[in-house]
């Protein structure tokens, strides 16, 4: 179980840098709400890879992803908008490159008392 992450819209923000020459570079930056659902995730993960066995595979060995979603409350939702930066956050710890992974949404529900995300992962195979 994790907490749920930050939508896209609220994960990162476009900042301005002087690239080669002098010129401005815009740059998506990671919002501070993105690095810390990004750092707890990941500890979460590796605690669970601990209890359960699971070892990263092979750095080409495609990772079938299955997650549920619980939402604190009835707005309305899409959970793709969540997968960006969950699989950012798993990356690393799960799976050695997010383009491994098969990511299959599974359902969303309502949960006010305990909003979360659930994943299961598996090799695919």
């Keep these: 179980m994790l907490p749920i992450p930050p939508p896209d819209n609220h994960a990162y923000v476009s900042g301005v ?11 998506r930056v990671r919002t501070r709400r993105n690095l810390d659902f990004q750092e707890e995730a990941s ?18 060995d495609k990772v079938v992803l299955r997650y549920w979603v619980y939402w604190p ?10 997968l960006k930066v969950l699989l950012d956050a798993l990356e690393g710890v799960l799976y050695a490159d ?12 309502v949960d006010r008392l305990d ?11």
């Design 43 to 60: 500890w979460l993960a590796y605690g669970w890879c601990g209890r359960s066995g699971w070892s990263m595979p092979d750095h080409d």
């Design 73 to 82: 409350d009835r707005r309305r939702r899409d959970p793709a908008n969540l």
């Design 17 to 27: 840098s002087i690239g080669p020459g002098g010129r401005p570079v815009v740059r």
């Design 98 to 109: 997010d383009r491994t992974v098969l990511p299959r949404a599974m359902d969303y529900q």
């Design 115 to 125: 909003p979360r995300v659930e994943v299961d992962v598996s090799l695919f195979g």
